[in-house]
């Protein structure tokens, strides 16, 4: 290398699972903008390695969620740690950004901190939420938290964590790629009839246990409006054969077309890589809970929020929780703009019903879409990730 010029950067980065991947990727690629020279190695999806990340491990590997569900996978997310682990050991990055996925990420930080490697966490543990007391590990392994919801500002300042509000980088990121009538020839959709989006989540684990409640809540949506149009957007953590024991799909009745093993009658197109572009054909979605529900307000779309856990989870969960809603859209609202229908809560009649009410009820529809256009300014100005990457790169000129 010539004298005078500069070591190239190297940066680790880890994602754990679909959310993190998108705004991991956003990340890289407004990094790369400012210094096209850092090279970027870690975990991550589709999102990331189009960013130009070399994924030594798929998030695949790492998207479980819930106490039991992590326990049934612990050797396979242990043997990823240690290979991260090892990894920082051997490569030795300038930085570590670990983004949300904390259970995993708080570990491999724990390792980076003893390595003398600076460590950035981007998207905060809801510790706001439970577990306060963990916010004395986040301070003990990471350099800089960087949060995405203003009132996480305040709090990592009371605990004395190195804290930056950059703003919600889906402020720049959700938006349709195309015109609605031009989503809607796409998809062969007919804009007459009324249109229900379903997103069931971005892991395998939430597919098992919300693909069934939501098919039956469809179900009594069709009974009631027969000529309703149903939209799957697959998250791009999964692909279409994840869905194979509860889809089956009808090629010679068009393109991504699929039609529910459970009831024959139920057809559903299943869409890839058009997320925002099938929610705005929608004229509600029923949704995992999540960063999901924050895309869909982003979009102005009436929603109805479903989740469920493993019953030991959620025993464990509901002791330790202690704010009124689940759905982060009611929590940066600060009230339960969309019913959340929770574990026991999640029965089919119930959720169709909630659903059928924005369908039905053009003055609560529209009611409900004018509280959703506040939370646009609640989630900060544009440019979050342009935000992050310039702290990224300012802890690496530090270094």
């Known amino acids: 290398m010539p004298r005078g010029e500069p070591a190239t ?20 690629a407004a990094l790369s903008r400012l210094n096209p020279d850092i090279e970027f ?11 130009g990340v070399d994924t030594r491990v798929d998030i695949s590997e790492l998207a479980v969620m819930g106490l039991v569900e992590v326990l049934l996978h612990y050797r396979r997310l242990r043997g990823v740690l240690w290979q991260m682990q090892e990894l920082l050991r051997s490569e030795r990055p300038d930085l570590l950004i670990t983004v949300d996925y904390p259970g995993f990420n708080l570990r491999l930080a724990k390792t980076a901190r003893e390595l003398g490697i600076k460590v950035l966490h981007y998207i905060s543990p809801q510790v706001w939420a439970w577990r306060e007391h963990r916010v004395r590990t986040i301070a003990q392994r990471v350099d800089m938290m960087a949060v995405l919801l203003p009132f996480e500002l305040p709090f990592y300042e009371k605990h004395g964590v190195p804290v930056r509000f950059v703003g919600h ?28 989006g379903l997103l069931p989540g971005s892991r395998r684990g939430e597919l098992k246990r919300l693909m069934p409640v939501l098919l039956e809540s469809a179900a009594l949506l069709r009974q009631r409006f027969p000529d309703l149009q ?35 009658s139920l057809q559903i197109v299943v869409i890839e890589q058009h997320g ?42 509901r002791r330790m929780i202690s704010i009124p809603h689940v759905g982060l859209v009611n929590i940066v609202a600060g009230e339960p703009i969309a019913p959340e229908f929770i574990q026991h809560a999640a029965r089919a009649g119930k959720i169709a019903a909630a659903t059928a009410r924005f369908l039905e009820d053009a003055d609560h529809a529209q009611g409900t879409r004018k509280k959703l256009a506040n939370i646009r300014q609640r989630l900060g100005k544009p440019g979050g990730s342009e935000n992050v ?11």
Request: charged share 20%; net charge negative.
């Open 9 to 28: 950067r190297r940066v680790m980065i880890v994602a754990g699972e679909a959310s993190g991947d998108l705004h991991g990727g956003n990340l890289v």
């Open 41 to 51: 190695f870690g975990i991550g999806g589709s999102r990331m390695r189009a960013a």
């Open 169 to 196: 980088p889906l402020v720049d990121s959700v938006k349709p790629g195309m015109e609605r009538s031009e989503a809607q020839r796409l998809f062969g959709l007919d804009p007459s009839r009324k249109t229900v």
């Open 230 to 264: 149903l939209l799957l957007p697959l998250a791009s953590s999964l692909n279409p054969q994840d869905l194979a024991a509860w889809l089956e799909p009808v090629p010679e009745q068009g393109e991504n077309r699929y039609i529910s093993r459970q009831n024959g």
């Open 276 to 317: 925002y572009d099938v929610m705005q054909c929608c004229d509600a979605i029923i949704t995992a809970s999540g960063t999901a529900t924050l895309e869909v307000a982003l979009m102005n779309i009436p929603m109805v929020i479903v989740y469920k856990i493993s019953p030991l989870t959620y025993a464990i969960a």
């Open 389 to 399: 990457a310039r702290l990224a790169l300012e802890m690496l000129d530090r270094e």
